[in-house]
């Protein structure tokens, strides 16, 4: 695989033989970790445009569509090493001004980190921002599934990849339409301005496609 092409993914990842992640609803079934809540397809991956991390990306460059392989990354090539000037303290009142009641072990968003608290106790609280899989050796068993050509499906894949869902693109006459804003639950939450030139940059780059925002009705 070369950058810029768009393949669909499966993989098991597993570190000190556990699995912390996996798209095989088969496999995730025989060891016992399947989820309801979970929907469990192959992955796109867009070479090239960090979709997924250094190691695994570097992986799928030397595959083919069909081929399958376990791969060792190391923690320089996944989440990094552990560091730590990436645990904070905070007062714990200021939770306590929100309505919050943090407790150990739990994950708490602050800002735009999300980080798991570490401790509690006089009046503070330790907050641990280093990624759950930072410092570890990683390994993955991966297999290309398919090499996604259509410039609509990659467009959705795209849009998926950067939102979250694109199930509400529409493709008209070489352009496809996108919402500014989308719906979550019971709020509309408008596309940030960056998020939105991001996205058209990376549509426009790899499709045919113009990249046209609309307002939802």
Same mark, same amino acid.
């Given at each position: 695989?070369?950058?810029? $092409?768009?393949?669909?993914?499966?993989?098991?990842?597993?570190?000190?033989? @556990?699995?912390?992640?996996? +798209?095989?609803?088969?496999?995730?079934?025989?060891?016992?970790?399947?989820?309801?809540?979970?929907? =469990?397809?192959?992955?796109?991956?867009?070479?090239? @445009?960090? =979709?997924?991390?250094?190691?695994?990306? /570097?992986?799928?460059?030397?595959?083919?569509?069909?081929?399958?392989? +376990?791969?060792?990354?190391?923690? @320089?090539?996944?989440?990094?090493?552990?560091? #730590?000037?990436?645990?904070?303290?905070?007062? /714990?009142?200021?939770?306590?001004?929100?309505?919050?009641?943090?407790?150990?072990?739990?994950?708490?968003?602050?800002?735009?980190?999300?980080?798991?608290?570490?401790?509690?106790?006089?009046?503070?609280?330790?907050?641990?921002?280093?990624?759950?899989?930072?410092?570890? $050796?990683?390994? =993955?068993?991966?297999?290309?599934? @398919?090499?996604?050509?259509? $410039?609509?499906?990659?467009?959705?894949?795209? =849009? #998926?990849?950067?939102?979250?869902?694109?199930?509400?693109? /529409?493709?008209?006459?070489? +352009?496809?339409?996108?919402?500014? #804003?989308? #719906?979550?639950? $019971?709020?509309?939450?408008?596309?940030?301005?960056?998020?939105?030139?991001?996205?058209?940059?990376?549509?426009? /780059?790899? +499709?045919?496609?113009?990249?046209?925002?609309?307002?939802?009705?």
């Amino acid at each position: 695989m070369k950058k810029g $092409d768009m393949v669909l993914v499966d993989y098991v990842g597993r570190t000190d033989g @556990e699995i912390f992640d996996l +798209t095989d609803e088969e496999v995730a079934e025989e060891e016992g970790v399947k989820r309801e809540e979970v929907s =469990y397809e192959p992955i796109p991956v867009l070479i090239g @445009e960090e =979709y997924v991390i250094e190691g695994f990306e /570097e992986a799928l460059e030397d595959m083919e569509v069909g081929e399958e392989k +376990t791969v060792e990354v190391p923690s @320089e090539k996944g989440y990094g090493e552990r560091s #730590s000037d990436k645990v904070e303290t905070y007062p /714990e009142k200021e939770f306590k001004k929100q309505g919050v009641n943090v407790r150990p072990g739990e994950e708490v968003m602050i800002g735009n980190q999300r980080g798991r608290v570490l401790s509690k106790g006089s009046g503070r609280v330790r907050i641990d921002f280093n990624h759950p899989l930072a410092g570890k $050796d990683l390994e =993955y068993d991966i297999e290309v599934v @398919e090499k996604v050509e259509d $410039d609509e499906e990659i467009a959705e894949h795209i =849009y #998926s990849y950067r939102v979250g869902h694109g199930e509400d693109a /529409e493709f008209e006459n070489g +352009t496809v339409k996108i919402p500014k #804003s989308h #719906s979550h639950g $019971d709020h509309v939450h408008e596309l940030p301005e960056q998020l939105r030139e991001e996205l058209k940059q990376e549509i426009e /780059e790899y +499709t045919d496609l113009e990249v046209e925002f609309i307002e939802q009705e």
